[in-house]
């Protein structure tokens, strides 16, 4: 690594302002934390007021401690009351109005938050807006699927000579923990369909981008009732864990690591009780089949591989590549490698960018180190360049099962390339691997991918042709088998993730059905309704 005095400024822009962020949301009230604090740090580096030059302060936020944490969770389960409280029992009409008034306000503080993501997690400029602008789009999308939903239970069924009025309702209490690689959008795709559906939340932003929720404390503190929606800041240890020790706690919504999942699983005294909604680890492998357009494939394999630096779930982790084609494939990839261009976020057309955390360079130097030892060699002549907060993307070949880099979920720039003979041999290492998100399939003859569509269907959950993996567009399912993930994410699909069907069924005679009539006039009811939202 570079020693103190190699060290240089990244940047000449500044962070002028730092954030001192003091404040929590707790039962309604926007609280101030007058305990310790945490700084956030870019590691992006700049000089700061003493001419030092070192990772750049951004501000500091609450490091608060588990009497908080519990504050949070007993107005979450004070606002749910047991399924009693105004928020789940509330017309799903003016549940949906506290949400669009929550997007309108978010979408004033678009310029501050894209900020933040750049210097906080080191985001492209262009990804950041990006993230943005797709997470108030899924809310609004969010609320027409609802009411699409609602639509559909708008009625009564009848069989066997009951009547039924189905609907989905809320779980409880859920404690949402988002990830640093899409600290806004993908905290959203929990956040947001699990309190439509008439939960209550309590939510501690990801250690990389948090800062950047701070600017949106008061948008939740004017849009929903009191307890709804709660937020804190902190260490997991103090408020992840002690909140799930209380057994309180009826969905775990978390977009991170299976090991930080089970391990808070594990806390819950009840776990019969607990619903997971997980987005979890993968190792999505790309496959390239001999006769696959190298043009298209190297092209989708870069934005697979190395889009925010293989820094998301979905990126492509490893590459197959038939032995017939695999040199010439490697020569051309690792020059499309080398000709990348790594700026800072907010240059344009930086595609490569630092990495925020501090210790992810060292890291991705191991990985190689430990390949090159067992056999492989790094065939782009920038790979594994090395500063302070970056390890150029580096492209290794031959990888063999004995490397570390093979079974890790790297999540950082380094790709790995295994040639194979039989297509069996990609096929038997995805059966054989703890995960099972994605794949790509790059080629075009129809009598192979036919047959290899219909397996590798089971092995994962989505198979994308000729094309590089992701989680968009976000009204499709987003899911994984085995350490992957648990429940499915899609705009419609995190509806039902959030809720349970429920409903009120009365035998068909004339007594109750004049019950039911009058109910359904009066309005007095908002659960038995047949109201048409528009
Ligand atoms: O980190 C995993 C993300 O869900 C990936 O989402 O495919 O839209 O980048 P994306």
Same mark, same amino acid.
């Given at each position: 690594m570079e020693t103190a005095t190699q060290v240089s400024v990244?940047?000449?822009?500044?962070?002028?302002r730092p954030l001192h962020s003091t404040e929590y949301l707790v039962d309604g009230a926007l609280k101030t934390w007058t305990g310790n604090t945490t700084p956030v740090y870019s590691n992006i580096y700049t000089k700061n007021a003493e001419g030092e030059v070192g990772p750049t302060l951004l501000g500091s936020i609450p490091d608060m401690e588990t009497d908080a944490a519990l504050e949070a969770l007993d107005a979450a389960e004070k606002a749910f009351c047991r399924g009693q409280g105004k928020w789940p029992t509330m017309r799903v009409k003016d549940r949906l109005k506290c949400l669009a008034n929550f997007a309108e306000k978010m979408k004033a503080h678009r310029e501050e938050v894209v900020e933040l993501l750049m210097w906080e997690i080191g985001k492209n400029k262009a990804d950041s807006y990006k993230e943005f602008d797709r997470t108030v789009d899924y809310i609004f999308d969010t609320i027409e699927a609802y009411k699409k939903l609602d639509r559909k239970s708008a009625k009564f069924d009848k069989e066997s000579g009951i009547h039924a009025h189905i609907r989905r309702g809320p779980l409880g209490v859920v404690l949402c923990l988002g990830p640093y690689? &899409?600290?806004?959008n993908e905290t959203f795709c929990l956040l947001i369909p699990a309190i439509i559906m008439g939960n209550t939340a309590i939510f501690k932003p990801a250690?990389?981008?948090?800062?950047?929720i701070t600017p949106l404390l008061k948008a939740f503190h004017e849009s929903f009732?009191?307890? +709804?929606v709660n937020i804190v800041f902190g260490r997991g240890r103090k408020i992840a864990s002690p909140i799930m020790q209380?057994?309180?706690?009826d969905v775990l919504a978390l977009i991170g690591h299976s090991s930080s999942a089970v391990a808070l699983q594990d806390q819950h005294p009840y776990k019969n009780r607990l619903r997971l909604v997980l987005g979890l680890e993968a190792k999505n492998p790309g496959i390239v089949l001999p006769d696959a357009d190298l043009d298209l494939t190297i092209k989708e394999c870069i934005s697979g591989t190395?889009? &925010?630096?293989?820094?998301?779930?979905?990126?492509?982790k490893i590459l197959f590549v038939h032995e017939s084609i695999v040199e010439e494939f490697n020569s051309r990839f690792a020059k499309a490698v080398d000709a990348l261009h790594y700026g800072m976020?907010?240059?344009?057309?930086?595609?490569l960018t630092p990495l925020p955390e501090p210790n992810k360079p060292e890291y991705i130097q191991g990985l190689i180190r430990d390949a090159e030892a067992k056999g492989a060699k790094?065939?782009?002549?920038?790979?594994?360049?090395?500063s302070h907060n970056y390890s150029y993307p580096a492209v290794l070949y031959p +990888?063999?099962?004995?490397?570390?880099v093979y079974h890790?979920?790297?999540?950082?720039?380094v790709i790995p390339i295994m040639a194979y003979r039989d297509i069996n041999e990609p096929l038997d290492v995805m059966a054989a691997s703890e995960y099972g998100q994605q794949v790509s399939l790059f080629g075009r003859d129809i009598r192979k991918i036919g047959p290899l569509v219909d397996v590798l269907a089971n092995l994962v959950c989505r198979v994308n042709l000729n094309s590089a993996c992701q989680r968009?567009?976000?009204?499709y399912p987003f899911t994984g088998r085995k350490n992957s993930a648990v429940s499915t994410l899609s705009v419609f699909d995190a509806l039902r993730s959030f809720s349970i069907r429920t409903f009120v069924a009365a035998k068909d005679n004339p007594y109750n059905n004049e019950i039911l009539d009058a109910l359904m006039d009066s309005k007095d009811s908002n659960f038995v309704s047949t109201e048409y939202l528009l």
């Open positions: 990244d940047t000449d822009r500044s962070f002028d690689n &899409y600290p806004l250690k990389h981008g948090v800062l950047l009732p009191p307890g +709804v209380t057994g309180k706690i190395l889009s &925010y630096n293989g820094q998301r779930c979905t990126a492509l976020p907010w240059e344009e057309g930086a595609f790094v065939i782009n002549k920038r790979g594994g360049e090395l +990888v063999t099962s004995e490397m570390e890790e979920e790297q999540f950082g720039p968009g567009p976000d009204v």
